[in-house]
Nanobody
Framework: QVQLVESGGGLVQAGGSLRLSCAAS?????MGWFRQAPGKEREFVAR????????LYEDSVKGRFTISRDNAKNTIDLQMNNLKPEDTAVYYC?????????????????WGQGTQVTVSS
């Protein structure tokens, strides 16, 4: 079973940046970031293949967020720039074996505990 631990969340003003990191106990998985705001469903943010190519992004974060991974360290990062108040949510790291439906949370078997990101206006 893969263990995932997120870090890097916090409070930032609109227009600022944060970098989230996810430490995985093992590699060779498609890795995604999701987020869940209060009262809303969990939504897809970004996904990267285990080779680190073909990243996918949710439309609202394109051009602002960048997903990357270091397979030597088994870490997956999410660099978030130009943050907006609507980016406020708990952000989750998740691991998928097949990568067939990357935007669906049901595709991911393993999840981290989440890290809070709050963007003030």
């Amino acid at each position: 079973q893969v263990q995932l631990v997120e870090s890097g969340g916090g409070l930032v003003q609109a227009g600022g940046s944060l970098r989230l990191s996810c430490a995985a106990s093992e590699g060779r998985y498609y890795m995604g970031w999701f987020r869940q705001a209060p009262g809303k469903e969990r939504e897809f943010v970004a996904r990267i293949s285990w080779r680190g190519i073909n990243p996918l992004y949710e439309d609202s974060v394109k051009g602002r967020f960048t997903i990357s991974r270091d397979n030597a360290k088994n870490t997956i990062d999410l660099q978030m720039n130009n943050l907006k108040p609507e980016d406020t949510a708990v952000y989750y790291c998740a691991a998928s074996i097949t990568g067939l439906n990357p935007r669906m949370s049901t595709e991911y078997r393993y999840w981290g505990q989440g890290t809070q990101v709050t963007v003030s206006s």
